[in-house]
């Protein structure tokens, strides 16, 4: 027999309402988030750890989350990463839908910010909070009229050169893109678990590790992440070591020319955005 379920008009509200969860340890926040935003509609969870957070996204369906920058146990930041990096790795073997994410800190720093809006958050506030602000950019992020601050793309440059890394930073960061440094092959591999690396400028003569290795140790680990190779390797030399991983989509010889690494840069990026 086929059972009959009615849905009451209260089953139904229950079916509608969104659910989000507020990350914060201070408890006149909690106290302000409530008065502000408790509806019919919305069903608020509150944490007070990093770690809580985690493990209720992995478990229910979160449609927003409000999270605070300081954190008793990890850094908000941290926990976005954590966020976004079960997305990567996961995404070929589930589509896992982007949690919106509101950050919050009564300390804003510019550093955090940037790394925020790599990160793809939606909006990061400045305590204290304009309530009116809050409601209104909760009610289109739930409705789906939102857009996310533009994301910061995160170029990670190996090179054990000081001067070289300063180099990097100095000409290839900018209001799109922030570049991180290392020294070895060892260090870049660290950097591409914890950061994921939109883009990956090496040099094959690294210390611990060499840039052939991490490339091929990428490779195995199955991250197709585009690289650019930059060596002190002669560009036929250099070319052959690294024409089979496919990873790499172009080989400088040093010295090279500053244009054409900018240029393929910007290629590069605008594919991987495409």
Known sequence: MFKLEILTLSSMNEKEKKTLLIAD??????????????????ELIFVEKGR???????????????LDVELPDMSGIEVLRQIRKLNVDMQSVVELKELPVIMVTAYPREEIRREAERLGVISFLGKPIDRKKLRKMVEDVLRGQYEAVARRKLILCADSEPRVQRFYEGTLS????????????????????FHQPDLII???????????????TLKESGRDIPVIVISSVGEKEGKE?????????????????LDELRKNVREILKEAKD
Request: net charge negative.
């Open 241 to 257: 070591k690294v024409k089979d991983i496919g990873m790499v989509k172009n080989y400088l010889a040093k010295p090279f020319k």
């Open 25 to 42: 340890d201070v408890k006149l926040f909690q106290i302000l988030i409530k008065q502000t935003l408790t509806s019919k509609n919305y």
């Open 52 to 66: 809580q957070v985690l493990d209720i996204v992995m478990k229910r369906d979160i449609d927003l989350l409000i």
């Open 174 to 193: 900018d209001e799109e893109c922030t570049v991180m440094c290392v020294s070895s092959g060892i260090e870049a591999l660290e950097a591409v678990e």
């Open 202 to 216: 090496t040099e094959l003569n690294l210390p611990e590790m060499d840039g052939l290795e991490f490339l091929q």
